[in-house]
Nanobody
C-alpha cells in the first residue's frame, strides 16, 4: 500500500509563488515510482500538471516554464515549485502514483491519490 499526502497550498496573489509537497509513505516507497501532480476545478476533469520519473520530468503546456517538479533522494517527498502564478492556476492539486516507473497523463491510470490541497490565486 502507498499513502500520499499533499501540503503547501494556500492563497497567493497573481505573480506569487507556492511550493507544494507530496509525502509518500507505505511499505513500498521508492524513487523508481513516477509521481504526478494533477489539478481539478469544479465541474471540470482532473488534468495533468507535471510528472517525475527516474528518467525525466514532464509539464503541461500551461505551466511549462513556471512550475518545476523535483523529489528528494529516497523518493519519499515530491515537490512542485509554482512560480508566476496566475488566477487560472486556481484549483485543488493532487499528487498520485501507480507504483509504475513511467509517467502517464491519464488520471485513470493512477491507483493511489492524496487528499488534495487547495491553491487559490487572486488577481
Amino acid at each position: 500500500q502507498v499513502q500520499l499526502a499533499e501540503s503547501g497550498g494556500g492563497v497567493v496573489r497573481a505573480g506569487g509563488s507556492l511550493r507544494l509537497s507530496c509525502e509518500v509513505s507505505g511499505s513500498t516507497v521508492s524513487d523508481m515510482y513516477a509521481i504526478a501532480w494533477f489539478r481539478q476545478v469544479p465541474e471540470k476533469e482532473r488534468e495533468i500538471v507535471s510528472c517525475i520519473s527516474m528518467s525525466r520530468s514532464t509539464y503541461s503546456d500551461s505551466v511549462k516554464g513556471r512550475f518545476a517538479i523535483s523529489r528528494n533522494k529516497d523518493g519519499s517527498t515530491v515537490f512542485l515549485q509554482m512560480n508566476n502564478l496566475k488566477p487560472e492556476d486556481t484549483a485543488v492539486y493532487y499528487c498520485a502514483t501507480d507504483r509504475a516507473p513511467a509517467c502517464e497523463n491519464d488520471p485513470g491510470e493512477f491507483a493511489y491519490w492524496g487528499q488534495g490541497t487547495q491553491v487559490t490565486v487572486a488577481s
